[in-house]
């Protein structure tokens, strides 16, 4: 809501040899404050109030696998004031959260199975904003614990967290970050594209001779042809057959 989203746009490109869209697609909107109030005649009335809506609306989609079904979530919550436990920040991690974690106990949902991922602008696991997550009972793979995916490796803003049912959706125990400045605009590279930076390169803002060439190639300049962000991933286990078998050999 308003103008901290930066007109984002959000998308899922996906490969349907692994996976395939259910059908199910839709955003994650903020329902009205239910409040009762007495009217000008006496009565008890019941009135909705509109709530401030989150940044950036989170974008859902269903998706089937083999014998798995789930629905991931792709967020982008706000950055606020620049701090770790910033309230509006915290408030919008706990409200989706919560609303994904109604949806997990619902015996008419579509999917039970929830993958809340993207950037919660989570400076570290010790913050509000990561037991916002986890009160609502999202958990993070052991294996992705600690995993440091913005471009200095310094921050753990961005995550994968699964609201899931047991022995319906689990990981395997291998996941990362994929850095693909290993392969990209590495530091090696810097001396191709100094024609590409331009003066920028040689100067600051102000038309001061820049100090830390490198500096800028490293933190500024590639990060906006790629991204101050790296991807992380995580595999799934999506044959579950043996277990199925073995259930109704065993009469469950």
């Keep these: 809501e308003g103008s901290q989203g930066n007109k984002e746009r959000?998308?899922?490109?996906?490969?349907?040899?692994?996976?395939?869209?259910?059908?199910?697609?839709?955003?994650?909107?903020?329902?009205?404050?239910?409040?009762?109030?007495?009217d000008i005649n006496g009565n008890k009335i019941t009135v909705y109030e509109p709530v401030l809506q989150s940044a950036r609306t989170p974008f859902?989609?269903?998706f089937t696998a083999n014998w798995a079904d789930f629905v991931l979530t792709t967020?982008?919550?706000?950055?606020?004031?620049?701090?770790?436990?910033?309230?509006?920040?915290?408030?919008e991690i706990d409200t989706i959260a919560s609303i994904l974690k109604q949806k997990s106990v619902n015996a008419y949902e579509w999917?039970?199975?929830?993958?809340?991922?993207?950037?919660?602008?989570?400076?570290?696991?010790?913050?509000?904003?990561y037991k916002a997550l986890t009160k609502n009972g999202f958990?993070?793979?052991?294996?992705?614990?600690?995993?440091?995916?913005?471009?200095?490796?310094?921050?753990?803003?961005?995550?994968?967290a699964f609201h899931d049912r047991e022995n319906k959706f689990q990981t395997t125990g291998k996941a990362g970050v994929f850095?693909?400045?290993?392969?990209?605009?590495?530091?090696?590279?810097?001396t191709i594209y100094i024609p590409d930076m331009g003066e920028a390169y040689n100067k600051t803002a102000d038309g001061k001779p820049r100090e830390n060439k490198t500096?800028?190639?490293?933190?500024?300049?590639?990060?906006?042809?790629?991204?101050?962000?790296?991807?992380?991933?995580?595999?799934?286990?999506?044959?579950?057959?043996?277990?199925?078998?073995?259930?109704?050999?065993?009469?469950?």
């Design 60 to 62: 859902l989609v269903g």
């Design 215 to 252: 500096l800028y190639y490293k933190t500024y300049w590639r990060t906006y042809q790629m991204s101050d962000h790296l991807p992380k991933w995580v595999e799934l286990k999506i044959d579950f057959a043996e277990a199925f078998l073995n259930r109704k050999l065993s009469g469950g």
């Design 111 to 129: 999917s039970r199975n929830f993958i809340l991922l993207g950037d919660f602008n989570i400076f570290s696991t010790s913050n509000e904003t």
């Design 75 to 91: 967020v982008h919550m706000v950055w606020g004031n620049n701090a770790a436990n910033d309230p509006q920040r915290v408030k």
């Design 10 to 38: 959000t998308a899922f490109i996906y490969d349907t040899r692994k996976v395939n869209p259910a059908g199910l697609v839709g955003e994650i909107v903020f329902p009205p404050l239910e409040k009762k109030i007495t």
């Design 179 to 190: 850095d693909f400045y290993d392969t990209v605009y590495t530091l090696a590279d810097e």
């Design 139 to 160: 958990d993070i793979p052991p294996e992705m614990m600690g995993a440091k995916s913005n471009a200095n490796k310094d921050r753990e803003y961005d995550q994968i």
